[in-house]
């Protein structure tokens, strides 16, 4: 069983109780943490949605465009997003529910061996069709200028285990502006509603592995979830968290 707090924060029972409860400071949701080591350790709760925004393994920390080093680059390499790929697959049954879903932001690059991966080394039904969010500011990456088209759409595999059901169906595609307040590669919180919509109610568990922002924890606690984010990065993660207590503040 999953202990709360106020505003729905979960406590998970591998981690010390924090000794000020009534000062909310959002570490108890965003974690400084590495989930490639985190998940093979991790001995609590299990959660019943997961959303991976892992680094797209697309060398986007070196793109010029859209001044991406100046919101604070990461690791991007197609090593890393394997690693986190492997450890997410290796450490499932570890970390989700039996009855879970899954939502899992890709890169059209790697389409065809990510939706292998996911349907060869874990028991989710994954949706062929991804979701879409269209950026409807036009903003994108053109990998060769002189030669492609700027690339202004992303994508994720929606998957279930377990048969478990949508809280409630949406459309597949939501048109949205990019935001970058905080991270080089943020998700808007109102894309990630959108979709969180099918997934999330006040019986819903979530983890972020690589939180970043931390947008995908706004949105499910504003959709009546709970939510642990983990993100690498300190100084993301104090942003997160800042983000984190100002919506719940709201």
């Known amino acids: 069983e999953v202990l709360t707090r106020p505003h729905a924060t979960p406590i998970?029972?591998?981690?010390?109780?924090?000794?000020?409860?009534?000062?909310?400071?959002?570490?108890?949701?965003i974690l400084v943490a590495d989930f490639n080591e985190w998940a093979p350790a991790y001995t609590g709760p299990k959660f019943n949605f997961i959303h991976a925004d892992f680094p797209y393994g697309i060398g986007a920390d070196g793109f010029n465009q859209g001044s991406a080093r100046a919101h604070g680059g990461y690791a991007d390499s197609e090593d890393v997003y394997w690693q986190l790929c492997r450890t997410l697959t290796s450490h499932l049954d570890r970390i989700a529910s039996p009855s879970c879903h899954l939502i899992f932001w890709f890169s059209m690059k790697y389409y065809t061996p990510t939706l292998q991966l996911l349907t060869?080394?874990?028991?989710f039904v994954v949706d062929p069709f991804p979701l879409i969010w269209h950026k409807s500011d036009n903003v994108?990456?053109?990998?060769n200028p002189s030669l492609g088209v700027r690339r202004?759409?992303?994508?994720?595999?929606f998957a279930h285990r377990g048969g478990r059901p949508v809280v409630s169906p949406v459309a597949l595609s939501f048109a949205g502006p990019t935001v970058r307040e905080r991270h080089m590669s943020e998700k808007p919180e109102s894309v990630l509603r959108h979709f969180f919509r099918m997934v999330c109610d006040d019986n819903t568990v979530a983890l972020d592995p690589t939180?970043?922002?931390?947008?995908?924890?706004?949105?499910?606690?504003?959709?009546?979830?709970?939510a642990l984010g983990l993100e690498l990065n300190?100084?993301?993660a104090t942003r997160a968290r800042e983000a984190l207590i100002e919506a719940r503040m709201k």
């Open 120 to 123: 060869k080394e874990t028991d």
């Open 12 to 29: 998970f029972p591998d981690k010390l109780p924090d000794p000020t409860p009534e000062v909310d400071d959002g570490s108890q949701s």
């Open 140 to 143: 994108g990456v053109i990998p």
């Open 234 to 236: 300190p100084e993301f």
């Open 211 to 226: 939180a970043g922002s931390g947008s995908a924890i706004r949105a499910c606690e504003a959709l009546g979830g709970t």
């Open 152 to 157: 202004t759409y992303e994508t994720a595999f």
